[in-house]
């Protein structure tokens, strides 16, 4: 583990293994001139809480260690439970507190009841391999070496000593609350389990250990056969179909989990899994995206956002570099410099901005004939989603950009000539796909 900046940090909450992990931390580190922070997060949810923050101050300031608190902002949102907000914000924060103490390595309480616990819960949740591993005993996340050092330790053991060594610790109420899932584990699970079957504990953390492999076989298969399968962010629905059926599976949520942008649900690979083979196009909804299949491509676009009555704008000068922002559209147009297909800047001083109406003609050859938008994107495989946005048009009539397409070929600008390259960016949450 990386100590090299000279500093430790651990994560105290104040309550039992937290406090013993510090103070066998401390005594561990003290003699070897390493520097001990201890990063306590104040979640807000107890009354209790302001003491407990105190009382892990004045500690870690009598056994020798520098002190740093957080205090959680916000709330849970709708269909989010507060054991997931809580544990998602006090990881960010002891990241954030970890950075700001210079603190490349960072200790956590958890011993193997802990795991064991996990591993239950997501079992109980249907989790795969990955949940089923429950917490690893290293990970690198934000430059940051998370470790918990206890987790082969039996709970009787870290309770041993803190008796030893008279270690004064707080008691949250919200581990005999019912009302959390890990709590009714252990006030009415746990005890029946221990009296109905030998060394529970360290059977669970086995078949813990059994996931983890399982998990990182598939990561590592999955990092062979995918690349292949990709182009442009896309999966290639041909070559996919073409693997062995769990290694497709493999490759599709290995894909998705990639592509998406949050936390997505199990029953949307199934879906994929039993509709993509030989589809040739479609649509899936997913969190915060949609999945779209073109020409044997599926890719994750953002989901469109609600129509907005876009008002009329004046003419907008474009020859700068930067971004132009369409209030009522929905995104903004990136102007840069570039060396082939742009335009004059000389022609983007006043460009003109509307929807399509239908009857527009393009060329997609400078040489070619003008054809109709609809035929064009056709000509190009530019799926329709990929068509959303406005049109640029010059002062004369003459139509400039259309999303998808990019410039018109008879209005590119020469090589070597002064130009500038255009791109629509729609605002939506999760992957921009790249513009024409």
């Known amino acids: 583990m990386n100590t090299a900046s000279g500093r430790v940090a651990v994560a105290v909450s104040g309550g039992r293994d937290s406090t013993a992990l510090l103070h066998a931390t401390l005594r561990a580190a003290l003699p070897l001139g390493l520097q001990v922070w201890a990063l306590h997060v104040h979640h807000g949810l107890q009354a209790e809480a302001d003491a407990w923050e105190q009382q892990v101050r004045l500690q870690a300031r009598r056994w020798g260690a520098a002190f740093l608190s957080r205090r959680l902002t916000g709330a849970p949102e709708a269909g989010d439970s507060v054991e997931a907000w809580a544990r998602r914000e006090r990881y960010r924060a002891l990241a954030d507190m970890a950075g700001e103490a210079q603190c490349s390595l960072l200790l956590l309480g958890h011993h193997r009841r802990d795991q064991a616990e996990t591993f239950l819960l997501q079992a109980l949740r249907g989790g795969g391999p990955a949940g089923l591993a429950a917490m690893p005993a290293l990970a690198q996340r934000r430059q940051i070496t998370w470790a918990r050092p206890w987790l082969q330790q039996p709970h009787e053991a870290v309770q041993a000593y803190v008796q030893r060594h008279r270690l004064r610790h707080v008691e949250d109420p919200s581990n005999a609350d019912g009302r959390y899932a890990r709590s009714r584990l252990r006030q009415r699970v746990w005890p029946v389990l221990n009296a109905a079957f030998d060394d529970t504990e360290a059977t669970l953390v086995q078949a813990a250990r059994h996931a983890a492999q399982a998990a990182a076989l598939a990561a590592e298969v999955a990092a062979v056969d995918l690349p292949p399968l990709c182009e442009d962010g896309a999966l290639l629905l041909a070559p996919w179909a073409a693997l062995p059926p769990a290694r497709r599976r493999n490759a599709l949520q290995a894909w998705l989990t990639g592509a998406l942008p949050g936390r997505w649900p199990q029953t949307l690979l199934d879906r994929l899994i039993d509709e993509l083979p030989g589809r040739r196009g479609g ?154």
């Open 283 to 436: 649509q899936w909804p997913a969190p915060e995206a949609v999945l779209r299949l073109y020409r044997g491509r599926l890719r994750c676009v953002p989901a469109p956002s609600p129509p907005v009555l876009a008002a009329p704008l004046p003419a907008l000068d474009l020859s700068t570099p930067g971004f132009v922002a369409l209030p009522g559209w929905g995104g903004r147009f990136e102007v840069s410099d570039s060396t082939h297909d742009g335009v004059s800047p000389a022609l983007l001083q006043a460009v003109r901005v509307a929807p399509r109406t239908g009857g527009e003609r393009f060329h997609l050859a400078a040489r070619g004939l003008a054809r109709s938008l609809k035929k064009q994107y056709q000509a190009a495989g530019v799926p329709a989603w990929a068509r959303q946005g406005p049109l640029l048009w010059l002062a004369d009539g003459r139509l400039l950009y259309a999303p998808g397409l990019g410039v018109d070929a008879t209005l590119r600008a020469a090589r070597g000539e002064p130009q500038r390259a255009l791109r629509w960016c729609p605002d939506a949450p999760g992957p921009r796909q790249p513009g024409g």
